[in-house]
């Protein structure tokens, strides 16, 4: 039996990630375009008992005084007080048991940093937290949402990212923390802050450009040439990726009102206003992309409808054409009986029926030009 408190985060209404959060992502790069194996590279440690690359940085009384150290000697830092940031790139189970007894990390929180596609979550246990959430950068070429998923382990000390792939550019978090070095005597929630807000900021970025590429969408849904099916195609692209970006950003909303908490301690009055923001940030990003899945449902449906216009259009400009053809079709199907008739074989009675079918066909074409029919 699970002997920590437990708090899952589930997006109401899906049944679960279905592995769709491993969506498409660019291999040789992070999402900043910039090569994974270089990001931050004065955190590099070429010392460390685990197979995977790992980065280390080691704070103390709110100054950075060392980076790139080795592995080993993270516990002597801890020992001293000191504040200390461990990344693994894409470790495996064997890494990070190597670690967990130094960090006291619980068998169940190394199980789900190991296991892809989980989902958002914060999870308490007796001495740290786990923390799982997603990056995301949306790709204008394709219409898809590329996710990169990230497991974070907060113990008082210490803070261990552990990186699945090379989405996320760990180098811009540690550009960011560098940026407000004010902040770094909070300890680990200065430097959890400092992820976090990275993480956000590329969520609000991805429903900005997901806005733009709808606003253009919208444009397109109107153009002079019809362009049906690149709109429908277009639509069904930009919901999917929301539908996955929902699930990457709504669960971020309990894991801050988690972490916030101030029975967990890891955030101080000073943090406090900061991680607010970092909140507000969550709230408008889930608000726009609720609207923004409205928007593209209102397209889909708008498109059909129109689609349904110019077929009734048609409909009706082919109606009239038909009404106009029909009059001198009588005629000449009535001139064409082989029984006399008024004007029969009489050069009266051709150019009667000329005028007919002349002067009916007029008379229909500007009636239903009025209309609107034609």
């Given at each position: 039996?699970?002997?920590?408190?437990?708090?899952?985060?589930?997006?109401?209404?899906?049944?679960?990630?279905?592995?769709?959060?491993?969506?498409?992502?660019?291999?040789?790069?992070?999402?900043?375009?910039?090569?994974?194996?270089?990001?931050?590279?004065?955190?590099?440690?070429?010392?460390?008992?685990?197979?995977?690359?790992?980065?280390?940085?080691?704070?103390?009384?709110?100054?950075?005084?060392?980076?790139?150290?080795?592995?080993?000697?993270?516990?002597?830092?801890l020992?001293?007080?000191?504040?200390?940031?461990?990344?693994?790139?894409?470790?495996?189970?064997?890494?990070?048991?190597?670690?967990?007894?130094?960090?006291?990390?619980?068998?169940?929180?190394?199980?789900?940093?190991?296991?892809?596609?989980?989902?958002?979550?914060?999870?308490r246990?007796?001495?740290?937290?786990?923390l799982?959430?997603?990056?995301?950068?949306?790709?204008?070429?394709?219409?898809?949402?590329?996710?990169?998923?990230?497991?974070?382990?907060?113990?008082?000390?210490?803070?261990?990212?552990?990186?699945?792939?090379?989405?996320?550019?760990?180098?811009?978090?540690?550009?960011?923390?560098?940026?407000?070095?004010?902040?770094?005597?909070?300890g680990?929630?200065?430097?959890?802050?400092?992820?976090?807000d990275?993480?956000?900021?590329?969520?609000?970025?991805?429903?900005?450009?997901?806005?733009?590429?709808?606003e253009?969408?919208?444009?397109q849904?109107?153009?002079?040439v019809?362009?049906d099916?690149?709109?429908?195609?277009?639509?069904?692209?930009?919901?999917?990726?929301?539908?996955?970006?929902?699930?990457?950003?709504?669960?971020?909303?309990?894991?801050?009102?988690?972490?916030?908490?101030?029975?967990?301690?890891?955030?101080?009055?000073?943090?406090?206003?900061?991680?607010?923001?970092?909140?507000?940030?969550?709230?408008?990003?889930?608000?726009?992309?609720?609207?923004?899945?409205?928007?593209?449902?209102?397209?889909?449906?708008?498109?059909?409808?129109?689609?349904?216009?110019?077929m009734?259009?048609?409909?009706?400009?082919?109606?009239?054409?038909?009404?106009?053809?029909?009059?001198?079709?009588?005629?000449?199907g009535?001139?064409?009986?082989?029984?006399?008739y008024?004007g029969?074989?009489?050069?009266?009675?051709?150019?009667?029926?000329?005028?007919?079918?002349?002067?009916?066909?007029?008379?229909?074409?500007?009636?239903?030009?009025?209309?609107?029919?034609?």
């Open positions: 039996m699970r002997d920590v408190t437990s708090q899952d985060i589930r997006d109401s209404g899906s049944g679960g990630s279905n592995g769709v959060l491993g969506a498409t992502r660019q291999p040789e790069t992070t999402f900043q375009g910039r090569d994974p194996e270089t990001v931050a590279a004065s955190a590099i440690a070429h010392d460390s008992p685990t197979k995977c690359q790992a980065r280390t940085r080691m704070y103390r009384d709110g100054r950075l005084e060392e980076e790139g150290f080795p592995v080993a000697r993270i516990s002597d830092h020992a001293e007080g000191a504040v200390v940031w461990l990344d693994l790139r894409d470790p495996g189970r064997e890494d990070l048991e190597v670690l967990s007894e130094e960090f006291g990390l619980h068998p169940l929180a190394i199980e789900d940093a190991v296991m892809e596609h989980e989902r958002p979550k914060l999870d246990y007796r001495t740290h937290l786990f799982t959430a997603y990056s995301a950068r949306f790709i204008t070429s394709n219409g898809q949402l590329a996710t990169s998923e990230l497991a974070v382990f907060v113990t008082p000390q210490a803070l261990i990212t552990v990186r699945k792939d090379d989405g996320l550019d760990i180098g811009k978090v540690t550009e960011r923390w560098d940026a407000s070095p004010d902040l770094a005597t909070c680990v929630g200065y430097l959890l802050h400092g992820l976090l990275f993480i956000v900021d590329g969520h609000f970025e991805a429903v900005q450009s997901l806005d733009d590429t709808i253009a969408l919208e444009d849904l109107f153009s002079d019809p362009q099916m690149q709109v429908q195609r277009r639509s069904f692209e930009l919901r999917k990726s929301l539908v996955l970006l929902r699930r990457v950003v709504l669960p971020m909303r309990e894991v801050l009102n988690t972490i916030m908490r101030r029975d967990l301690h890891y955030v101080g009055d000073e943090l406090m206003p900061y991680y607010h923001d970092v909140y507000d940030h969550v709230l408008r990003a889930t608000e726009w992309t609720e609207s923004l899945r409205d928007l593209v449902t209102s397209i889909l449906e708008t498109n059909l409808t129109i689609q349904g216009n110019r009734n259009v048609i409909s009706k400009k082919v109606t009239g054409w038909a009404a106009i053809i029909a009059v001198p079709t009588f005629i000449t009535f001139y064409g009986m082989n029984v006399p008024p029969f074989s009489e050069r009266v009675g051709e150019i009667c029926a000329f005028a007919i079918m002349i002067i009916a066909g007029f008379i229909l074409y500007v009636v239903f030009r009025r209309k609107d029919w034609l």
